[in-house]
């Protein structure tokens, strides 16, 4: 009795271990029973457990456990055509949650991973049918919420097949592709070096016409310069003239001595002079004239 007491026990542990199941915070939870997502008796529809602790069949229901918290889906960046054939990089993301719990299990398993490249192909469809009805110039203006907006309605009616409400859908970033942008980089490299070449010869023309004004200037200055000091040396050399006029005029022995002074200063100043004169040169008149009075 007692060994039956304690297998009964185990058994009726066993059951209730297998019949309780718990829910998570931000979770819901769906009974799969015999292959099918158990329905509501009353109103037929699914029965979506909440937070805490609930009951079910052991070894006949089985229960999944489905997140029900907003997901972001941020894949890699797609290639879109606006309506001018031009190729565009979009990089985007998308802000959604579980709506219809069964509807999603039993379309994507409830595997997140294929929820979402089913929900990513539906979102660039959207996106590359508002793309393509737009040129780049609108999308980069003032359409891009317009655009996303569209994109978010066509995305979300598609996406009830699914069980998935679409809270948002944004556009982060639009780049050309990379051999446009290189080419599109080149051109504008090859613009501003002409422009800078351009500024280059018009800095060059005008540095030339300043050197010239100067150059001009300068040598109008230098002439004026040599005229005045010209004119100053003359008038100098004719006051002096005029002096030594005066000065010989008023004793002109007194006159021609000072002059054989100054000419003996200058040719005796080096010792290494040597001079070929004859002692009874004008030259000596002065020196001999004093050794006749010595």
Same mark, same amino acid.
């Given at each position: ?11 009726? #542990? ?24 158990? +329905?509501?008796? %009353? ?26 918290? #907003? ?45 979402? %490249?089913?929900?990513?192909?539906? #979102? ?9 009805? +737009? ?7 003032? !359409? ?16 009830? %097949? ?48 300043? +050197?010239?004004?100067?150059? *001009? ?8 310069? !040599? ?7 003359? !008038? ?26 100054? *000419? ?11 001079? #070929? ?18």
């Amino acid at each position: 009795m007692k060994n039956l007491a304690i297998a009964i026990l185990v058994l009726v #542990v066993v059951l209730m271990s297998g019949a309780l199941f718990v829910v998570k915070e931000g979770e819901r939870a769906i009974v799969i029973q015999f292959g099918k997502v158990q +329905r509501d008796d %009353a109103t037929g529809d699914t029965k979506v457990f909440t937070p805490g602790l609930h009951f079910k069949l052991p070894f006949i229901d089985s229960v999944k456990h489905l997140d029900a918290r #907003v997901q972001t889906l941020d894949g890699s960046p797609d290639r879109f055509v606006t309506s001018e054939k031009k190729d565009l990089i979009v990089d985007s993301y998308v802000k959604w949650r579980i709506d219809d719990f069964a509807r999603y299990y039993l379309s994507t398993g409830g595997n997140k991973l294929q929820a979402e %490249a089913l929900l990513k192909q539906k #979102v660039n469809n959207g996106l590359r049918s508002e793309f393509g009805t +737009r040129t780049i110039g609108q999308i980069v203006s003032g !359409e891009r919420s317009a655009l996303m907006n569209q994109a978010m309605e066509q995305a979300a009616t598609s996406s009830d %097949a699914l069980g998935i409400e679409i809270v948002d859908v944004r556009v982060k970033q639009i780049n050309l592709p990379t051999e446009v942008s290189n080419s599109i980089f080149q051109r504008m490299r090859a613009e501003r070096d002409a422009v800078a070449r351009e500024h280059r010869s018009e800095g060059q023309e005008q540095a030339e016409v300043i +050197r010239a004004n100067i150059d *001009a200037k300068v040598t109008v200055m230098l002439a004026d310069a !040599e005229r005045n000091a010209r004119q100053l040396r003359g !008038e100098g050399d004719a006051l002096a003239a005029q002096i030594y006029a005066d000065a010989y005029s008023k004793s002109a022995e007194f006159y021609s001595f000072l002059r054989s002074m100054d *000419a003996y200063k200058a040719s005796f100043d080096s010792k290494q002079d040597v001079m #070929v004169i004859g002692p009874d040169s004008d030259f000596f008149r002065y020196m001999n004239g004093s050794k006749g009075k010595n």
